[in-house]
């Protein structure tokens, strides 16, 4: 149906969220590619695929970076890796259904940069939070709005 792609740093993404992705991507025919650097179980389908590339420090995230284009949809959680991808006109959320955009992603990556700075100092900051029901409302209702917006775009 269209030209915009979906894709998914997939190695750390919730099965729920892969879930929610694999059900839009047959109601819309949207492509998704999951990218990780090992095997990502995937239904079979002509809209979901699956590319498993080499084991290494941001072997997926460069893979995405490369092959994504203005216009896709990317989920991740990986601050650095959505800086890249707003900066390039992808549209990027993450498994929470945050939006990362040109206004807000400088912010996060301050932040980012200040945890693990503080983490490398010994300081014990934990991860976050389990993934909830509310997490995963957020999620899909962002994905909706924006998979209105890339629907759209693709008819005119």
Request: aromatic share 6%; hydrophobic share 40%.
């Amino acid at each position: 149906m269209s030209d915009n792609k979906i894709w998914v740093d997939a190695d750390a993404c919730p099965r729920v969220v892969k879930d929610i992705l694999f059900r839009a991507a047959k109601r819309l025919e949207l492509t998704v590619t999951l990218v990780a650097n090992q095997p990502i179980p995937a239904p079979k389908s002509l809209f979901i695929k699956t590319v498993q590339v080499g084991s290494g420090f941001d072997v997926a995230d460069n893979y995405i970076v490369q092959h994504a284009n203005s216009g896709d949809l990317v989920i991740t959680a990986d601050i650095p890796l959505a800086a890249e991808l707003v900066e390039k006109g992808c549209a990027v959320i993450n498994p929470r259904g945050e939006l990362y955009t040109a206004d807000n992603i400088r912010e996060r990556l301050n932040m980012r940069d200040f945890m693990d700075t503080l983490r490398g100092s010994g300081v014990e900051t934990g991860g976050p939070p389990a993934l909830n029901q509310t997490d995963r409302r957020n999620f899909a209702n962002q994905l909706d709005r924006l998979l209105i917006r890339l629907v759209a775009a693709n008819r005119t």
